[in-house]
Each structure stands twice: as C-alpha cells, then as structure tokens.
C-alpha cells in the first residue's frame, strides 16, 4: 500500500513537474507560430523569454499585475524592433534574432547589477493562471489562423506573399502585428519564470528555453496542436530531470554515472536535438520563411 502511493505521488508530482516545464515553453512556441506563419524567422524567442522574465520581476515588486503588464510592453516593442529589422531594414531574420538575444542578455545582465545586486522579489501569480492560458492559447490560435480575416492574411503573408498583394493584402502591417503578438506570448512565457514559478530573477533564468520552444514550433510542423503536443514532450524531459535529482536515483552503466547532476541538466537539450534529428526533410516551414525579397511592401 505504501509502494502504491509513493508510486501515485511519484506520478502525480512528474505530471504536475511536466506542465510546469512545458508551459513557457509551449507560450513562447505559440509566439514562434505566429511569426513564422508570417514569413519571420524568430529566433529572437531566447531574448523575449528573458526580457519578459526580467521586467515582470522588476516591475511586480509590489504588483503582479504591473509586472506582467510592463513584461508584454517590453516584449511587444522586441518584438516590434525584430519585425522593423526584418521588414523595413532587410536585415537579415537570424542576425536580427540573434542581436536580439545578445542585446537582452547582455541588458538584463547589467540591469541585474546595478538595480537589485542583492537580488530581487516579486509578487506572484498562481502557476493555474498561466497553465490556464498554456490550455487555451493552441486552440484560440488555431481558430485565429484558419477562421479569422486576420489569420488567412498572415498565412498568405508566409505562404505567398505575392499572390496576398496581387490580391490587395498589404504584407507589411500583417508581419509588423504577427511579430509584435510573437513578442508579446514570449515575454508572457518569461513572466511565468519571474511570476508564476520562483518570484524572483536571476541571470539568464531563460536557460535556453525559446530555442526549445522553436524546436517545438518545428517539431510541430508550425501548427499550434502539434507545438503544444511537443511543448509537453520537451516539458516531460524538464519533470523527468528534476524529479530524478530529487529523488536521489545512482544509476551506473559503462562507468558513467546517468544520473550525475550534470548529464541530468543536458537532457531537455539532447531530446530536443533527437527530435529535431528525426523531423529533418519531413517538416516543410511556411513556402515564405525567412525570404528577403520585397516581401514588406
């Protein structure tokens, strides 16, 4: 009787461990979605994810809703800069995107020690809030890009921009909106790492999570249910190495320690490398994705 519920707890804490490890990744790969449905490349997820985190902790010391608020403010201008980058300026998506990263990491870093060297705490919101919004975000996407005037534009716009202007679609505002959305789900999915999950920041907290949430987006064939269902795959890998840790496991094999802290952190990253590995040649991304050609006018 008592295996039997060490073994429930064990489930319910590795079920419980899994939404909270997809969740900001499956917000953030809804944002990629929107982008890249769109025509822009957004690797810049990494750098909304952080800056999300860092404002909404900054901002929510003495309310949640201030942070969460000031956090989609900062990731709707990133992500509006990134569209600006792309679409007016021609620069390249992945130079855009990868400045972009940089440049939050870097700002976030500096603000860190010099606003709050000796750390910070911020109100919360409930983790249900944001595992709420994880539940209905893939279906209300869904429904914006298949029955919505709005999502049939931003297909064209990552499908066939030319045929979308012939026909008296303007490219440039729907991309402008598309990546300034994209923006704005990243740095919600960072608040759920200040906000929902420790209450407080802490440099580079992001930890690689919006190149995950893009490998979701791929994985998932950049379609909101198959980037939720991959979300949940990477997430249960994040509860599979926590839960591990904590319960203390030695496993042993060829004179390698599996189960040493160090391999365990690598693990979200080697599945996410397998399953990107396994979807090459059969993920066909949006006929437009990452085109420089006149694509904004």
């Known amino acids: 009787m008592g295996s039997a519920g060490n073994q429930g707890f064990w489930f319910t804490a590795l079920l419980v461990a899994t939404l909270n490890g997809a969740a900001p990744l499956l917000l953030a790969a809804m944002g990629g979605i929107l982008s890249e449905r769109a025509g822009v490349v957004n690797i810049a997820l990494e750098g909304l994810i952080l800056s999300g985190a860092f404002a909404g902790a900054y901002f929510?010391?003495?309310?949640?809703?201030?942070?969460?608020?000031?956090?989609?403010?900062?990731?709707a201008a990133l992500g509006l800069l990134h569209a600006v980058l792309t679409q007016v300026t021609k620069m390249n998506h992945v130079v855009s995107g990868l400045g972009i990263n940089l440049l939050a990491a870097g700002a976030t870093r500096y603000l860190t020690l010099v606003l709050f060297p000796d750390g910070i705490?911020?109100?919360?919101?409930?983790?249900?809030?944001?595992?709420?919004?994880?539940?209905?975000?893939?279906?209300?996407?869904?429904?914006?890009?298949?029955?919505?005037?709005?999502?049939?534009?931003?297909?064209?716009?990552?499908?066939?921009?030319?045929?979308?202007r012939m026909a008296g679609v303007s490219i440039l505002p729907v991309r402008l909106v598309a990546v300034t959305l994209s923006g704005i789900c990243a740095a919600f999915a960072g608040t759920f790492l200040s906000l929902g999950e420790t209450h407080t920041f802490s440099r580079d907290m992001s930890a690689g999570k919006g190149y995950i949430a893009l490998a979701a987006v791929i994985f998932g064939k950049w379609n909101p249910a198959g980037a939720a269902v991959a979300s949940l795959?990477?997430?249960?890998?994040?509860?599979?190495?926590?839960?591990?840790?904590?319960?203390?496991?030695?496993?042993?094999?060829l004179g390698v320690e599996w189960t040493s802290p160090a391999l365990l952190d690598m693990l979200p990253y080697l599945m996410t490398l397998a399953a990107l590995i396994s979807v090459i040649g059969r993920a066909t991304p949006p006929a437009a994705l990452g085109q420089e050609e006149g694509s904004a006018h």
């Open 60 to 75: 929510g010391q003495h309310s949640a809703l201030i942070g969460l608020v000031a956090a989609l403010t900062v990731g």
């Open 121 to 164: 705490t911020s109100k919360s919101l409930p983790p249900a809030f944001y595992l709420a919004s994880a539940a209905i975000l893939p279906a209300a996407l869904a429904f914006v890009l298949r029955d919505t005037r709005f999502g049939l534009r931003l297909r064209a716009a990552g499908e066939n921009p030319e045929s979308a």
């Open 233 to 253: 795959f990477f997430g249960l890998f994040y509860a599979v190495q926590t839960q591990l840790q904590i319960r203390g496991l030695n496993i042993n094999f």
